[in-house]
């Protein structure tokens, strides 16, 4: 489902090279999306899901529309019975994300979120690193996105925003590298920048304080993502547990 810069650079190149996986169709509500993907005579196409035929063989969904409408894109992709994989940021809301987990949960249905930071060399480098215990216990991490071109413009004039498309990367990139377990409070917050101003994302993370660590900023465990531009900048904290 969505057939822009994802699917087309990333996701049909992949399909198309693998010996295990058949496309059966594809959907999207922009015709020439839809012929610039160029794929064999027999894939099905339609600008919408219901416009597929109700028996379409078909085991598993990759979402790629706008992040503001993967919610229902997978909703829809489950209620068809379909196994979803769907681009990041999964959904915009934690009640969505509930919701889906429940009903594929419910349909015996894998749903995961299409996180690839966590499977680039530099990051599996670090990851090993931190697993095989040689940096000792992490207890901060920081992470940075500097982007030139501004807001990532996905969903053209539907971008969700620098904080939910790039900030999803970094949040789950510390996720990946760290034991932080769940939050027990999740706020955010941004603003919006003119597209063409480069902009820096930052993502930190503070662990558990340490055996006979006076240090009050290791006093229990947060997010903070934030970004600035040159004159401005924001965040917000994401998740927090202890006494931070
Ligand atoms: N993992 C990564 O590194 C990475 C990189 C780029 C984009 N993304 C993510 O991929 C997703 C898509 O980004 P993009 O840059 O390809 O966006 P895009 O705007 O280039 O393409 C989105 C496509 O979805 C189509 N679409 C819209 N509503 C639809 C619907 N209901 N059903 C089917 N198709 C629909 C649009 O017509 C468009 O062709 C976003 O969530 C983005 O964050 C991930």
Partial sequence: MGTGWVAQRVHLPY??????????????PDPARLRSAAVAADVATAPRIGGLRDDLDADLAVVCTPPDGHASAIAECLARGWHVICEKPFVTNS??????????????????????????ADVLAVAEEVSSGRLGKVRHIRLTWRRANGVPASGGGR??????????????LIWALSDLGDPTDIAASGMRLSPQQALRLTATWQGEPGEGAGDPC??????????????????GTLGHRGSS
């Fill in 15 to 28: 399909i198309s090279a693998s010996s295990s996986i058949d496309l059966a169709a594809i959907v999207d």
């Fill in 218 to 235: 290791l006093a229990g465990a947060a997010v903070h993502l934030g970004f600035c531009t040159r004159d401005r900048q924001c965040g």
């Fill in 159 to 172: 971008s969700v925003g620098a904080l939910w498309d790039l900030g999803a990367h970094l949040v789950d």
């Fill in 95 to 120: 009640h969505d994300a509930r919701t889906l987990i429940s009903t594929a949960a419910r349909r015996g249905l894998a749903l995961r979120c299409c996180q690839t930071s966590r499977f680039r």
